[in-house]
């Protein structure tokens, strides 16, 4: 298996390479199971966001990072689920296309979710920004929530994200092309 080597939050990974069409792969970081590297990347991005009062994450590979902001700075988080349940009363929904899905996704957040979070300073936290279309879709649902998002922060910017100056990040990570 080809991987891409690089250095996040001081600690070295090898990152296995994926295609997600003919001529671009991109090098999958995953924080499932790794929590050297999630408790490194939370103290990092710790100290990079402003102020906040709430961590919103989008279901499901940020998960683990979003829990360990949230234990390093005693802020809650919520998570924006990819369907309704019935514990979450009248919820809000986005729909999403991102660069690592085959189809169109909808996140929700429930009625308690939106009490928590209206009129509060929302930090939004993802592993990694690439097309930015998750990132848009969770500002919507914070917006429409009546939150205050003062950034959003991934571990790593992929590909063009990286040279946006709206978003937070550890690392740039590269689009892997083919000619």
């Known amino acids: 298996m080809n991987t891409y080597k690089m250095t996040i939050a001081g600690l070295e990974r090898e990152l296995p390479i994926f295609p997600v069409s003919e001529n671009v792969s991109i090098a999958a970081f995953i924080l499932f199971g790794d929590p050297e590297i999630t408790v490194a990347s939370a103290k990092e991005l710790l100290k ?75 930090l939004i936290v993802d592993d990694v920004i690439s097309t930015g279309e998750s990132l848009k879709a969770i500002q919507k649902l914070a917006e429409k929530a009546g939150a205050n998002v003062v950034a959003s922060a991934a571990v790593l ?15 740039p990570l590269p689009l892997i092309t083919e000619e």
């Open 48 to 122: 990079k966001v402003p102020e906040f009062d709430v961590i919103l994450t989008p279901e499901a590979k940020s998960i683990p990072l979003a829990h360990e902001m949230s234990r390093q700075s005693g802020k809650t988080y919520i998570v924006a689920r990819k369907g309704p349940k019935l514990y979450m009363g009248e919820s809000f929904s986005v729909e999403v296309k991102s660069i690592t899905t085959y189809k169109s996704q909808k996140l929700y957040i429930g009625e308690y979710d939106v009490e928590a979070i209206k009129g509060k300073r929302v």
């Open 157 to 171: 910017a992929e590909g063009a994200a990286s040279e946006r100056d709206d978003i937070i990040f550890l690392e």
